[in-house]
């Protein structure tokens, strides 16, 4: 079965400070990748999606991710985080096959201190 | 306009009780899903309707029955609640598998006391 690896669990970090999130999936087949965010109090928003192509996506919020497939990871990124993007952030794995479904990983509370 | 939509967002209730929570997408998507997040804020999928038909059922408890009256519609009864199903459920749809990704309700928070 596949599963998706966020070591990350609570990431504190200054505004204006650069932002890497880790993200490692388990699955040797097509998957196609996404990162979700959840505000306090809110429900899941994409903020990006890896299909195919260039594995570098741009999303929303001026975040963004590399896919390194060598690496099976897909690793967010933000090169000045503000304090309004406190909140968790999840990745998810769609895999290949009749019985598609979207696994998460187990999601990363980012704290930004103003 | 919400894309999904679900009712209600809190519920507190107490154990042993019997409830229902709905869910309603206005997306033209073909298939609904419920998910469960715990305390821990994991989330975990529990069933996924495509045109009304069951098609992902994880392991969750037979005290659990999703419901899906159209496409547009996916309900989550819940009989004889226990604390340990005090979470946040959330309902999501899609259009086909889900390769564009899953758009997700406000979510439902229940209290089981």
């Known amino acids: 079965a596949q599963s998706v690896s966020q070591h990350n669990h609570h990431v504190i970090l200054s505004e204006a400070a650069s932002l890497e999130l880790g993200c490692n999936y388990s699955y040797g087949g097509t998957v196609n990748l996404f990162w979700y965010v959840q505000y306090p109090g809110q429900h899941l928003q994409l903020l990006l999606k890896?299909?195919?192509?260039?594995?570098l996506v741009k999303g929303i919020k001026g975040f963004e991710a590399e896919f390194i497939k060598s690496k099976f990871s897909f690793n967010l990124r933000k090169p000045s985080v503000q304090w309004s993007d406190t909140a968790e952030y999840f990745c998810?794995?769609?895999?290949?096959?009749?019985?598609?479904?979207?696994?998460f990983g187990s999601g990363t509370q980012l704290t930004v201190l103003p | 306009d919400t894309a999904v939509s679900q009712t209600p967002k809190y519920l507190v209730t107490q154990m042993g009780n019997d409830k229902s929570i709905k869910c309603e997408q206005n997306l033209g998507h073909d298939t609904m899903y419920w998910y469960k997040q715990d305390s821990k804020k994991f989330l975990k999928i529990m069933f996924s309707?495509?045109?009304?038909?069951?098609?992902i059922n994880e392991t969750v408890p037979n005290r659990f029955s999703p419901k899906s009256p159209d496409k547009a519609h996916l309900n989550l009864h819940i009989n004889s609640l226990e604390l340990g199903d005090s979470a946040v459920y959330f309902c999501a749809s899609s259009q086909g598998t889900g390769g564009y990704g899953y758009t997700f309700g406000s979510g439902t928070r229940l209290t089981v006391v």
């Open positions: 309707y495509n045109n009304k038909e069951l098609i």
């Open positions: 998810a794995a769609l895999t290949s096959g009749s019985a598609r479904q979207l696994t």
């Open positions: 890896y299909f195919s192509g260039d594995p």
